[in-house]
């Protein structure tokens, strides 16, 4: 639930045929070693990654050039070529952070391949389950709002599952509102496992927008980017939560490569404000010590090998689940102004 999304396509000048060349010398065809053994597979997948990151610059080259020489006007036309050469020295860096930031997650997670058992004997009804994962509550009828500026963010657990994959998957709707209107519709679906860890097996986003001087002026649908389904064309699933968090670990929180590449790192299972300077920047004070009074609050940083530089903390209560959204580095954050299953929210909303 409130996962970041992004594109990490950007549009640039073409490179010409020469270039192109050059560049396809220099990337090389995919090593051969990736096709046998699997001492170093998370290793291998970074530096396909890379090179799919960097042909994907190529043909948006290509496309973006296409759109550029269609320009009537001679100025407007060599302003779009222009423009275009500082996009590609962007979305070329961009690939090589990529990298990095996938590099860095092999040291923490290990080499070995990335394949979750979906063996359904490992799961529990996701709707009658005998072991619930307390910090990530997905009883029927469960329902968060969270509130960033003019934005408004709903979430409700359906009382609807869908099959993915074997398993028995409970959906929950989180939906994005600004002035009224949704702009967001995301189905997100979540496993259980016999451990209490969420598993979180793909969603349908559905992003939504308004287009001044339309006539009428109505929603359309202007992409499911972040979308992926477990089994379906490679993506797997990740762990949205540990039955038993421990400090330190570090997992993948979905896998779609190139597509949704989410990863969590437990940074505190004893949270209370006022403990930790780091974990309290830009942190709400009452909220925090009405979800946290006993000590037990749950703190996971969030961020994606698509887009390293965004990078959040979450905050967990038991009963409650997620109530905080922090993004350290401008003091951004979102937070739970309503709830419906723990006492504690009748205290919502907080000054």
């Not at 970074?46 to 990151?53: E, H, R, T």
């Amino acid at each position: 639930m409130l996962d970041l999304k992004s594109s990490h396509r950007s549009r640039w000048r073409s490179l010409g045929a020469a270039g192109v060349s050059a560049l396809a010398l220099t990337l090389g065809a995919p090593p051969a070693e990736a096709n046998h053994g699997t001492s170093d597979v998370c290793s291998q997948s970074a530096n396909l990654l890379y090179q799919a990151c960097r042909l994907d610059v190529i043909e948006e080259s290509f496309e973006t050039r296409a759109v550029c020489v269609n320009l009537a006007d001679a100025e407007q036309r060599a302003e779009c070529l222009d423009e275009i050469e500082d996009a590609r020295e962007e979305a070329a860096e961009e690939c090589s952070v990529q990298r990095e930031a996938r590099s860095e997650l092999c040291d923490a997670i290990g080499e070995a391949p990335y394949d979750p058992d979906m063996d359904p004997a490992l799961f529990q009804d996701p709707r009658n389950p005998s072991t619930p994962n307390p910090y990530f509550p997905l009883s029927v009828g469960s329902r968060w709002v969270f509130e960033e500026g003019d934005e408004r963010i709903e979430i409700e657990v359906l009382d609807k599952t869908k099959r993915i994959s074997g398993v028995d998957c409970i959906v929950v709707n989180d939906r994005a509102i600004e002035d009224g209107i949704v702009v967001e519709d995301t189905d997100d679906w979540f496993g259980l496992r016999t451990d209490g860890t969420a598993e979180y097996c793909g969603e349908l986003s559905r992003d939504y927008e308004l287009f001044e001087g339309d006539d009428p002026e109505e929603l359309e649908l202007v992409s499911i980017e972040g979308s992926f389904k477990a089994g379906v064309e490679g993506a797997k699933s990740g762990t949205i939560f540990l039955g038993s968090p421990v400090v330190g670990a570090t997992y993948r929180q979905e896998w779609f490569a190139g597509e949704a590449e989410d990863v969590g790192t437990v940074l505190s299972t004893t949270y209370r404000y006022g403990e930790d300077e780091t974990l309290d920047q830009a942190v709400p004070q009452a909220l925090a010590e009405l979800m946290c009074a006993a000590g037990d609050c749950i703190v996971v940083a969030d961020t994606s090998t698509l887009e390293p530089d965004a990078f959040e903390h979450k905050f967990y209560a038991r009963g409650v689940g997620l109530f905080l959204e922090v993004k350290p580095e401008d003091g951004e954050f979102v937070a739970l102004v309503e709830c419906n299953h723990d006492a504690r929210c009748a205290s919502l909303p907080l000054p």
